[in-house]
């Protein structure tokens, strides 16, 4: 089974970069998108041989999640059932025969860590919930995290230690989730860095692999044994994130 996630920084833009070529030339089981920046309504486009699964912010052009599945899920759950973040649109879960899959864009930051503070009750919030869902089926979860968890996980870690997205803080909600169980599917098969999934579109960034590793699929430890494959793909442009994805075991 293919799975695939991709942070597209507007679905919009995406689609008039190549989008529907990759998703073509892939065939992904399932395909997890995240900041689409819109509702269905504002995109007026059939998905072929998928269904579209949409969950979208209150406010317009912002945060959003949608999941295109070649098979139609069991159930379809849109936010975690704490209204402060379902507002924003950032979560949807996909009910499968085996597993629930979980398609999340993780609140940042920001810049100056203004939402720092908010982070770290989504973290914790986050992982109640992911437990609590647990408790019906494993779960593999998948998206923009936006934290790089480790050293190997971002090219220059000592310059960035306190910046968004590397905050000891930030690191330890996802510590939590390791402690809780859940397993960081790419660093089962590499543990080398210089792998990244986020690339700043100043100073050549992305040409240099000057990155950040903060996209990810992670899962219940139940689903170790039938992790096949955990892949990055660097090559695809689109979007300032590249996709990534997960194969497993039928």
């Known amino acids: 089974m293919k799975l695939i996630s991709w942070n597209v920084n507007g679905i919009r833009a995406a689609l008039k970069k190549g989008f529907l070529d990759f998703l073509g030339a892939e065939r992904p089981d399932v395909m997890c998108v995240q900041e689409t920046k819109a509702r269905p309504e504002d995109v007026e486009i059939e998905w072929p041989g998928y269904e579209a ?15 295109l599945t070649r098979k139609p899920p069991a159930r379809v759950e849109r936010g975690i059932g704490v ?16 597993f629930s899959l979980v398609n999340v864009y993780v609140p940042n930051s920001q810049r100056e860590l203004t ?17 609590k869902l647990e408790k019906r089926k494993p779960v593999i ?5 936006n934290v ?4 190997s996980d971002l090219a220059r ?10 905050t000891p803080e930030e690191r330890a909600g996802f510590s939590a989730l390791v402690a809780a169980g859940f397993v960081d599917t790419f660093r089962e098969f590499e543990k080398a ?7 700043s ?30 892949r990055i793909y660097p090559h695809v442009t689109g979007s300032d994130h590249c996709p990534v994805g997960l194969e497993l075991k039928l």
């Open 141 to 145: 979860f998948c998206g923009d995290l």
């Open 83 to 98: 209204a402060i973040h379902d507002r924003e649109g950032r979560v949807l879960a996909t009910e499968f025969a085996d």
């Open 193 to 199: 860095g210089g792998h990244y999934t986020w690339w």
């Open 53 to 67: 699964h949409w969950n979208w912010a209150e406010k317009k052009g912002y945060s959003g999640v949608l999941t």
């Open 115 to 131: 939402r720092l503070q908010y982070r770290q009750r989504w973290d914790r919030d986050f992982l109640a919930w992911l437990r």
């Open 157 to 166: 870690p000592k310059d960035n230690v306190k910046n968004h997205g590397f």
């Open 148 to 151: 790089a968890h480790t050293e």
């Open 201 to 230: 579109q100043m100073n050549n960034a992305r040409a240099r692999n000057i990155g950040w590793r903060i996209d990810y699929f992670v899962c219940s430890g139940a689903l170790r044994p039938r992790l096949q494959a955990a």
